[in-house]
C-alpha cells in the first residue's frame, strides 16, 4: 500500500507560480514511476508530467517548458513545479505512483489549482 497526500496547491493569477509536493508514505526511490496527472471541470483526467525511477522525465505538450517534476528521495516527496501558468491550466491535481511487484496504481486526493486570468 502507498499513501499519497498532496499539497500546494491555492489561487494564483496568469503568468504566476506555483509548486505542488505529494508526500509518499513508502520510499519513493523503490516506486517504479510517479506522475501528476489533472483534471479540469468536465474533462477527463490527464497526464502531465511523468518521473521513472531512474529519473527519466516526460510532459505533456501542453506544459513543455513551464513546468519541472522532480523528486527528493531522502524526503520521499514528489514535486511539481509550475511556472508560467495559464487559466486552462486550472484544475485538481492528483499524485500517482506505480508500485509493486505487480504494478499497481495509487492516487492521490488531489489538490485544486485555479488560475485566474
Known amino acids: 500500500q502507498v499513501q499519497l497526500v498532496e499539497s500546494g496547491g491555492g489561487l494564483v493569477q496568469a503568468g504566476g507560480s506555483l509548486r505542488l509536493s505529494c508526500a509518499a508514505s513508502v520510499s519513493i526511490s523503490s516506486i517504479q514511476a510517479m506522475c501528476w496527472y489533472r483534471q479540469a471541470p468536465g474533462k477527463t483526467r490527464e497526464s502531465v508530467a511523468v518521473i521513472t525511477r531512474d529519473g527519466i522525465t516526460n510532459y505533456a505538450d501542453s506544459v513543455e517548458g513551464r513546468f519541472t517534476i522532480s523528486r527528493d528521495n531522502a524526503k520521499n516527496t514528489l514535486f511539481l513545479q509550475m511556472n508560467s501558468l495559464k487559466p486552462e491550466d486550472t484544475a485538481v491535481y492528483y499524485c500517482?505512483?506505480?508500485?509493486?511487484?505487480?504494478?499497481?496504481?495509487?492516487w492521490g486526493r488531489g489538490t485544486q489549482v485555479t488560475v485566474s486570468s
Open positions: 500517482n505512483a506505480r508500485y509493486g511487484l505487480v504494478i499497481r496504481n495509487y
